[in-house]
């Protein structure tokens, strides 16, 4: 296993976040980047360490003292993926859409997190490709939690070039300020393809409002709608408890469609098409709850920054799916004539 080039990656960085250069250190097999920092914000580490992801580099553990934050890194074995790209000049559209889309999917873990950890400094040398080819990325001295209600950053840390327009002191970072760092390495990645750089044109505008709002419309934009068909809801994870849910709700759906009673006489092509429209809007309303094709996420009010608008959002396209069926059904009555 290689450790050298996420080493020398640490060793050849300081900033003012740093008290002096990191080194590594082997616990019980496993090899750490150990970093002493005097600026932090220790609940960024609380929560990376609490929420693990297959594509951000693990916080082992870490130590405040007298101000000072200890903190162990997962040194992860591979190259960057800077050094990878250099040594695979020729990867097509597939394998870099692929890798880019990982790197969403380790940012999306950490925009999860309430509030929302902001990374700030994403490129290509802060991000590592594994032995297995699995994308990871490392360090977050940079990070930083969303700070609601702020105008603008205290402090201004990024590197230049990749750095988001607010890190410079027009706004304040929150997540958009990630997705200006995905489109800039899109830029560093892809320079010869159209789409892609299309993307990146949009996710690196000026105003983060004409930017992707999150990781989900991003990694949309970088795949197109098909991405998501094939990640079913309670499948996407992993997880076992999540999957029997998900059989039982689908389970629900064809059961309901195919057991409720229709009226008397209905007409066998009416019935047909009733309760193929009643598993459509079934499938629809799950749609709804869990962003399975993200279509829904573009409509007024669902993509509203706001909760409260939000919430309403899907409770008023909610009523419309229902509606929309109960009316479908009366329509297919009065045509059969029943």
Not at 25 to 42: Q, S, T
Not at 78 to 98: A, C, F, H, Q, V
Not at 106 to 130: E, F, T, Y
Not at 176 to 202: F, N, Q, W
Request: glycine share 8%; charged share 25%; proline share 4%.
């Amino acid at each position: 296993m290689n450790y050298s080039t996420q080493d020398e990656v640490y060793h050849s960085k300081y900033n003012e976040k740093r008290l002096e250069e990191p080194i590594t250190e082997n616990r019980d097999g496993k090899v750490f980047v150990v970093k002493k920092l005097k600026i932090y914000d220790v609940r960024v580490y609380e929560y990376i360490h609490d929420n693990p992801s297959r594509h951000l580099a693990r916080i082992d553990t870490f130590t405040e003292e007298d101000g000072i934050l200890w903190v162990y890194e997962e040194c992860i074995p591979g190259i960057t993926l800077e050094e990878y790209i250099k040594k695979n000049p020729d990867l097509d559209n597939r394998s870099l859409k692929e890798i880019l889309v990982q790197i969403c999917e380790g940012v999306k873990v950490l925009h999860s997190a309430d509030p929302p950890v902001i990374h700030r400094d994403i490129k290509s040398s802060n991000i590592m490709i594994d032995d297995h080819k699995n994308v990871v990325i490392i360090d977050y001295d940079a990070a930083k939690l969303k700070e609601i209600g702020k105008t603008r950053d205290t402090r201004l840390l990024g590197t230049a070039g990749s750095a988001a327009p607010e890190q410079y002191g027009f706004s304040a970072s929150d997540e958009r300020t990630d997705i200006y760092g995905i489109g800039m390495l899109i830029k560093e990645l892809c320079p010869d393809s159209g789409h892609l750089l299309r993307v990146a044109d949009k996710a690196t505008r000026m105003d983060p409002d004409r930017r992707y709002q999150n990781t989900d419309m991003l990694m949309d934009g970088i795949c197109g709608f098909t991405r998501n068909i094939v990640k079913v809801p309670g499948f996407r994870s992993g997880c076992a408890w999540k999957a029997v849910i998900s059989c039982l709700i689908f389970g629900l759906i064809l059961f309901l469609s195919l057991t409720y009673n229709l009226p008397e006489n209905t007409a066998s092509w009416a019935g047909i098409c009733e309760r193929v429209s009643c598993i459509a809007a079934g499938l629809a309303l799950v749609d709804l709850f869990t962003g399975w094709t993200r279509v829904y996420c573009h409509l007024p009010l669902i993509r509203s920054r706001n909760r409260i608008k939000k919430v309403m959002g899907y409770i008023l396209w909610g009523g419309i799916i229902v509606a929309a069926w109960s009316v479908l059904g009366q329509v297919l009555r009065t045509i059969a004539g029943t």
